[in-house]
């Protein structure tokens, strides 16, 4: 079955440093989301990419989708401390498939 | 506009009790999916509802069933419960239509977190 693997999957960086968390699926996609959960939180919907090669930008939030449409990232330039939670991708591989999520990558931000 | 709402919020049971976990979509929403997330880990997918039925499932045993309303509200439903199903139960909601909305994203309610003991 399709699987979504995601490194890393823990990160502690410096408020101010950058943090990219990486996105793999064995299958191609016809979309790939991202979302954030914070601590004791839910899944919150940040984004969805569809085209290959897709850029998106969000603030200091960069979301990248592959040529290839299986792999993408999300780059956060100069983290807060309001950027702690741990980031999903989650891949579609069309139509009403389900939507399958990576393991996550939890941020720390030391302030 | 209310969101994705889900009850009850915190479940112990014991092994071998069953359990039904309800949520009310998203307005707007048809589509309902249900996915368990055991701690330090991502969302699993169960199963999708969608005109009342089941159109897609995960890989979970048959002791897990749903059932969706013509309200579009959705039940999930884990008989002869193991220590392993403890978990957060996550009810996403999104829009498919005749399938214009086919690629909309997911809304989570703030789910169920169930103690088997």
């Known amino acids: 079955g399709q699987q979504v693997m995601q490194i890393p999957q823990y990160q502690h960086v410096q408020e101010g440093e950058d943090f990219t968390t990486y996105c793999n699926s064995s299958?191609?996609?016809?979309?790939i989301q991202w979302y954030k959960q914070r601590p004791g939180g839910h899944p919150v919907f940040l984004i969805q990419?569809?085209?290959?090669?897709e850029v998106k930008k969000q603030k200091r939030l960069t979301f990248q989708f592959g040529e290839a449409k299986k792999n993408s990232s999300l780059h956060i330039t100069a983290t807060q401390t309001t950027d702690v939670g741990t980031y999903f991708c989650?891949?579609?591989?069309?139509?009403?498939?389900?939507?399958?999520f990576g393991i996550g990558t939890k941020l720390q931000v030391i302030p | 506009d209310a969101g994705v709402t889900q009850s009850p919020t915190h479940l112990i049971k014991t092994r071998g009790q069953q359990v039904t976990l309800r949520c009310s979509p998203k307005?707007?929403?048809?589509?309902v999916s249900w996915y368990q997330q055991a701690l330090g880990q991502g969302p699993q997918f169960i199963f999708q509802?969608?005109?009342?039925?089941?159109?897609q499932r995960g890989n979970f045993p048959d002791r897990f069933s749903g059932h969706q309303f013509p309200n579009y509200s959705s039940e999930l439903n884990v008989n002869a419960l193991l220590l392993g199903d403890s978990a957060l139960y996550l009810c996403?909601?999104?829009?498919?239509?005749?399938?214009?909305?086919?690629?909309?994203?997911?809304?989570f309610g703030n789910g169920t977190r169930l103690t088997v003991t």
């Open positions: 990419l569809v085209k290959s090669g």
């Open positions: 509802y969608y005109e009342e039925e089941e159109r």
């Open positions: 996403a909601s999104s829009y498919y239509g005749t399938g214009g909305g086919r690629d909309s994203p997911l809304h």
């Open positions: 307005s707007g929403h048809d589509t």
């Open positions: 989650a891949g579609r591989r069309g139509g009403y498939q389900k939507v399958t």
């Open positions: 299958t191609t996609l016809s979309n």
